[in-house]
């Protein structure tokens, strides 16, 4: 079974300034997904970024990028120029790629930006 | 754009009573997800559907059923009540193809108290 780990229960940067949250993963499979997801006191569900394991280049969305290292099974997201609206529960996610297969999430890290 | 409606978005039950939460999908989208999120936990999977059957299966409690009907909207059954079954109910949706037909549009979940 796949696992997902995020070693970081809680992280706090300045506005302004960049971050870097961390997760790594376990599975035998050469083709999956992996996901960043931000969970605000909503408790909405928002898809930060998205990065298929086929392509060796590193994702980017404006603000967000990860940091994809496929032999080390590691996967983190970089937030640069974190503002306010930043602050929430970032929860890192693995999917296989056979269609209708279930998400598996991290533990989730709390950020907290501060002003 | 549409997003994934669920209902109700909030419900309070009593022990050993039946609840139902109902999930539409954003249009075009045949793939519908539960997940099941606790206090202060990741969300869990439970079940999913795709093109009305079942493709993938969770930790989901023998007390629980759920369905995908013909307009691809989704039901999740959930019988003899427990304390420990109050939590949010995400339902998620993806497409049939496409460049997103891995992703995940989550819904706003459906927030379940157990009295």
């Known amino acids: 079974a796949q696992t997902v780990t995020q070693s970081q229960p809680e992280m706090s940067v300045q506005e302004a300034e960049t971050v870097t949250l961390s997760c790594t993963y376990d599975?035998?499979?050469?083709?999956?997904?992996l996901f960043w997801y931000k969970q605000p006191p909503s408790r909405q569900m928002i898809l930060v970024i998205r990065?298929?394991?086929?392509?060796?280049q590193n994702a980017t969305e404006n603000r967000f990028s990860v940091n994809f290292q496929k032999a080390a099974k590691s996967f983190s997201l970089k937030i640069s120029d974190s503002q306010l609206g930043d602050a929430a529960m970032y929860f890192c996610?693995?999917?296989?790629?056979?269609?209708?297969?279930?998400?598996?999430f991290g533990e989730g890290t709390q950020l907290t930006v501060n002003p | 754009a549409a997003g994934v409606i669920q209902s109700p978005r909030h419900l309070i039950k009593e022990k050993r009573e039946t609840a139902t939460l109902k999930c539409y999908p954003i249009?075009?989208?045949?793939?519908v997800y539960w997940y099941q999120q606790g206090p202060g936990q990741d969300p869990q999977f439970l079940i999913s559907?795709?093109?009305?059957?079942?493709?993938d299966k969770g930790s989901i409690p023998d007390r629980f059923s759920a369905q995908q009907f013909s307009d691809y909207h989704s039901e999740l059954n959930m019988s003899s009540l427990e304390l420990g079954d109050s939590a949010l109910y995400f339902c998620?949706?993806?497409?049939?193809?496409?460049?997103?037909?891995?992703?995940?549009?989550f819904g706003p979940g459906t927030r379940l108290t157990v009295l």
């Open positions: 996610a693995y999917k296989r790629s056979t269609s209708g297969s279930r998400l598996t």
């Open positions: 249009p075009r989208h045949d793939t």
């Open positions: 998620a949706s993806s497409p049939v193809g496409g460049a997103v037909y891995n992703e995940q549009f």
């Open positions: 559907f795709y093109e009305k059957m079942q493709s």
């Open positions: 599975t035998s499979e050469s083709d999956y997904y």
């Open positions: 990065q298929e394991a086929y392509k060796q």
